[in-house]
């Protein structure tokens, strides 16, 4: 398959001329349908069309071609249930206190992980706040029907989806991954049901089944729906057919001889090559390309707005060790771009962007009011406070220059650090907590974070520092606390156990997955049923 490059996408031609020569414009619909496709832990360079050259997701490519890529992208934290919560809310992790993937350990709790950390990370809100209108509910009040298919991770019993303006849910709950059956039917999931003609059906398949049927049913009103796939969490999965076609093309690559290279606190994955996780991706590709042909087939896809996009950067440490974000630095749970950056475009039929780069800051606050705009609601700045309609830039022209922030006062599950940041134009500044540390990486000339500036800008570096100060005060941010049981002697012999024996089981795993005489038993995760065994 021929890999498709910006350079391809900017040749998209002009769809029609006026009398005069000029581009037409098709007209923005009255109420145009949103179709909104999230995916989990999906890094920046996980897709074909974004660089990798080892993962291969033609419809994902064809939709960027179509859309405009927003190259400085990023998710409003670097884990899952804060950055899901300021789509919801159009708010930041620092205001509405989602701090860390819900169900989290905080406080003293946090020592049962025997990590031997400095610091103990604070508590943090377990549930999307009533007291907003989110984004389902803005839309409802502008006569949209609105359904919810995959992961929520935003709260148990009382916060599920339809407890936050979604009429109709399927699959979301308080589970962040897919653990009550795995990513192949059936999936025991307790907001979804499982059917006997499902055997063998992927989760990213089911999603986009439940997903097209709402689309069928609800064609002829104005819709929003929210498609939120599970994969690519752990615990990663494919069929056999997938990961024969990925462990072929990782030896045809070349298998390099190391992965990992030590991070502050766990190993970091550096290689793509993982097949089971490039099957993963694909079967999401697949179930993506489902849902848009059934736009297609019904003659919705010059009515429909599609957004794609990720909740934080892939998985590069902790978890399942499952991809590498390089040239970025770091991965999901990381203060780094590879832990913030994703993929982040936009489909609108009716404007001229198709296959165009944008490379503003943007996040995923915005997408809140972008909507609203696109559909030509009022804005609701109470609501959407930390963001900003990205209308203009679709338009071709600009929006105010800002800064962004992230505030994260967790260490987490993959080896990142209590930080806060703050980023203007190409200047990066990150506040270490538990060190009283801050360092400048200009992204521009340096965005894989290698050098720190702050000595010689040291100017830029103390205005950034002050402004988060200042943010950090307005919305009136948690920070971790002092850990008085902190044994540095006991967290020194921790790091030393994790470079001296997990480093090298983790390369023993990545050589076992990509062994020809790989398996992982159980009828490849129930992918093949049992009636195709016989």
Not at 330 to 357: A, C, D, M, R
Not at 520 to 527: D, R
Request: glycine share 10%.
């Amino acid at each position: 398959m021929k890999k498709i490059t910006y350079f391809l996408f900017w040749a998209v031609g002009i769809l029609g001329v006026s009398c005069t020569g000029e581009p037409l414009e098709p007209t923005a619909p009255e109420k145009p349908n949103v179709l909104f496709i999230i995916a989990d832990d999906y890094g920046a360079y996980d897709m074909s069309a974004l660089g990798s050259e080892f993962y291969e997701t033609p419809t994902l490519d064809s939709l960027a071609s179509e859309s405009m890529i927003f190259t400085n992208g990023y998710a409003a934290s670097r884990v899952c249930s804060p950055s899901r919560a300021s789509i919801m809310s159009g708010k930041s992790p620092a205001r509405h206190s989602i701090t860390d993937w819900i169900g989290a350990p905080a406080g003293e709790e946090w020592r049962a992980r025997e990590r031997h950390t400095k610091l103990l990370p604070p508590d943090y809100r377990r549930s999307l706040p009533h007291e907003y209108v989110v984004l389902p509910e803005a839309l409802k009040e502008e006569g949209y029907s609105t359904f919810f298919a995959g992961k929520w991770h935003l709260g148990s019993e009382g916060s599920y989806p339809e407890d936050h303006g979604f009429d109709i849910n399927q699959g979301g709950f308080e589970s962040g991954g897919p653990y009550t059956g795995g990513y192949f039917s059936p999936f025991n999931n307790p907001k979804m049901e499982d059917y006997p003609d499902e055997e063998g059906m992927s989760l990213a398949e089911k999603l986009a089944k439940e997903t097209s049927d709402f689309i069928e049913e609800n064609g002829n009103e104005p819709f929003f729906a929210f498609l939120s796939f599970y994969a690519v969490h752990a615990p990663i999965q494919t069929t056999q057919a997938y990961w024969q076609k990925y462990r072929n093309k990782a030896e045809e690559l070349g298998i390099e001889e190391k992965g990992f290279e030590m991070g502050h606190f766990l190993p970091i994955r550096q290689v793509q090559d993982n097949p089971v996780y490039a099957g993963l991706i694909q079967h999401m590709d697949d179930a993506v390309g489902q849902v848009l042909n059934k736009l297609e087939q019904m003659g919705l896809e010059e009515n429909t707005i599609i957004i794609f996009t990720s909740d934080h950067g892939g998985v590069a440490a902790g978890d399942d060790y499952a991809t590498s974000n390089k040239p970025l630095r770091g991965g999901k749970g990381y203060q780094f771009e590879g832990g913030l950056k994703v993929p982040y475009f936009i489909k609108v039929p009716w404007l001229s962007h198709h296959g165009n780069t944008n490379d503003t800051p943007v996040t995923g606050t915005d997408f809140y009011p972008t909507i609203l705009d696109l559909v030509g609601a009022e804005l609701r700045p109470d609501e959407h406070e930390d963001g900003v309609s990205l209308l203009p830039l679709l338009e071709g022209r600009e929006i105010e220059e800002r800064y962004l922030y992230w505030h994260y006062p967790h260490y987490g599950n993959q080896g990142g650090r209590p930080s806060s940041v703050i980023r203007d134009a190409q200047w990066k500044l990150i506040r270490y907590h538990a060190d009283s540390l801050e360092v400048l990486y200009n992204l521009q000339s340096d965005p894989g974070e290698e050098e720190d500036l702050y000595s010689k800008h040291r100017n830029i570096a103390e205005r950034l520092g002050n402004e988060l100060t200042k943010y950090l005060e307005m919305t009136g941010a948690a920070f971790p606390t002092a850990d008085p049981q902190y044994d540095p002697e006991a967290e020194a012999r921790y790091l030393e156990s994790v470079e001296s024996e997990l480093m090298p089981r983790l390369e023993e795993q990545r050589l076992e997955y990509l062994s020809p005489n790989y398996s992982p038993g159980n009828n490849w995760w129930g992918s093949q049923p049992e009636k195709n065994q016989r």
